[in-house]
């Protein structure tokens, strides 16, 4: 069980916009620290989505963003593509756990 | 181009430790923490710690101290997780990563290690 809840599962049509929430705790994300967002497809490494709460690496696209308030964080993507079928994961520190890397229990994207 | 490539699938009985490899290149070595990171089948992503590869000190997440030691050979750019008294739980894929330059979480990935503990 993570510290950080994720909804198991979003869907949505091609084109359109989704939403994967985080939500922690006054101990991770609502003590400040940054949200960052992972991408993986079965089998394979994550990818860093997003990092700092809203910041994109170079080389992802820009219908990726990430925004953070209070204690929560929030992955939005739009323009739904098939190939954004995927796992999301967020990763935060939590002090009390000594500062620890902390992932939620991540979301399954389906493209209807 | 950042590189990190992982030693090979592991199938190791109950009871037995697994060493698992991770060869750095493309970037100074010492320069960035080092993290490693489980995926149980079907399940999440499970920060077990970092290692500093400058100072060697490692850091366990929360339930991977004691079996879990994390080392480094810098001569050859590789770090090391090590797992003793593997029991099935501990079966999953093992990833290092390397962390953002700045920032304290994980940008490079290697390509997972597959750990089976099966009798």
Redesign the interface.
């Known amino acids: 069980q993570s510290v950080l809840t994720q909804p198991p599962s979003v869907s949505g049509a091609p084109g359109q916009r989704v939403t994967i929430s985080c939500t922690g705790s006054d101990s991770n994300i609502g003590a400040g620290y940054d949200v960052h967002w992972y991408q993986q497809f079965p089998g394979r490494a994550p990818r860093l989505l997003i990092y700092g709460n809203n910041n994109r690496p170079s080389g992802v696209p820009d219908r990726f963003s990430g925004s953070k308030s209070g204690t929560s964080g929030s992955l939005a993507i739009t323009g739904l593509q098939a190939e954004d079928e995927a796992d999301y994961y967020c990763l935060s520190l939590d002090r009390s756990l000594s500062g620890s890397r902390v992932f939620g229990g991540g979301t399954r994207l389906t493209v209807l | 181009q950042v590189q990190l490539v992982q030693s090979g699938s592991e199938l190791k009985k109950p009871g037995a430790s697994v060493k698992v490899s991770c060869k750095a290149s493309g970037y100074s070595f010492t320069k960035y923490g080092l993290?490693w990171?489980r995926q149980a089948p079907g399940q999440?992503?499970?920060?077990l710690?970092?290692i500093n590869t400058n100072t060697g000190y490692p850091?366990y997440?929360?339930g991977f101290t004691g079996r879990f030691v994390f080392s480094l050979d810098t001569s050859v750019n590789t770090a090391y997780l090590q797992i003793s008294s593997l029991t099935a739980e501990d079966s999953g894929?093992y990833?290092c990563?390397r962390d953002?330059h700045q920032?304290?979480?994980?940008?490079f990935?290697?390509?997972?290690t597959l750990v089976t503990v099966s009798s």
Request: without cysteine; glycine residues 16%; proline residues 4%.
């Open positions: 993290n990171v999440g992503l499970e920060w710690g970092w850091t997440a929360q894929l990833f990563a953002r920032w304290l979480i994980p940008e990935w290697g390509q997972g």
